[in-house]
């Protein structure tokens, strides 16, 4: 008798995984940007994809954690920008909890831009590392998540050490809130006003 078998939640999850996980990128390499090497990276995104309509920042993180807010306080600034498609904001965190079930939800039709919170290399603080493909976000707390983004910054907020959930919550927010006006003004930049509409 043949033996049936019965679907487990990591099956379910497994198959969620497939769903929403990026498109396959191949030699997929992540600089390290800040300053008018982030400006040039955002500018590239912008020539290839000039309208904003076209755009859906995906903000991720949460606004319990002062490192971990990055992403939330990034999407703050872009929606006072008045950019249409902003997911992830201080009052809407995109957390872990919920991000699956956003990766699953987003239109097929925009150009995702990921931006979270990382850790790294001391002298890398402050800095962002920047890609043309996706991120995988809460790699350093050692959480298996879907890859998120066509494209990814992750801004390193602090040094990456044996407690990286501590190392997060302790995090200056100043230099987070820096680093967040600092990519919100970057984006800004990139994309003239002009291309603000939508296509008719």
């Known amino acids: 008798m043949k033996r049936l078998r019965v679907s487990t939640r990591d099956d379910e999850i497994r198959k969620r995984r497939t769903i929403v996980r990026a498109p396959a990128i191949q030699n997929t390499k992540r600089e390290r940007a800040d300053g008018a090497k982030l400006t ?12 904003k309509d076209d755009i859906l920042f995906l903000c991720i993180g949460s606004d319990r954690s002062t490192g971990d807010a990055f992403g939330p306080l990034v999407g703050n600034l872009l929606q006072e920008q008045g950019w249409p498609h902003v997911t992830g904001t201080l009052k809407r965190p995109c957390d872990a909890q919920q991000l699956l079930t956003t990766l699953s939800s987003l239109p097929e039709d925009k150009v995702v831009i990921a931006i979270d919170a990382c850790l790294g290399k ?13 991120l995988i976000p809460a790699q350093a707390l050692g959480t298996t998540m879907p890859e998120a983004g066509n494209y990814s910054i992750a801004g390193v907020v602090n040094v990456y050490g044996p407690k990286p959930y501590t190392t997060l919550q302790t995090t200056s927010l100043f230099t987070v809130m820096q680093m967040a006006k600092s990519l919100a ?3 800004h930049t990139a994309w003239p006003q002009s291309n603000f509409e939508s296509r008719g």
């Open 40 to 51: 040039l990276f955002l500018a590239s995104i912008a020539e290839r994809h000039p309208c």
């Open 122 to 134: 001391p002298e890398s603080v402050g800095a962002y590392l920047v890609a043309r493909g996706p």
């Open 185 to 187: 003004e970057a984006i």
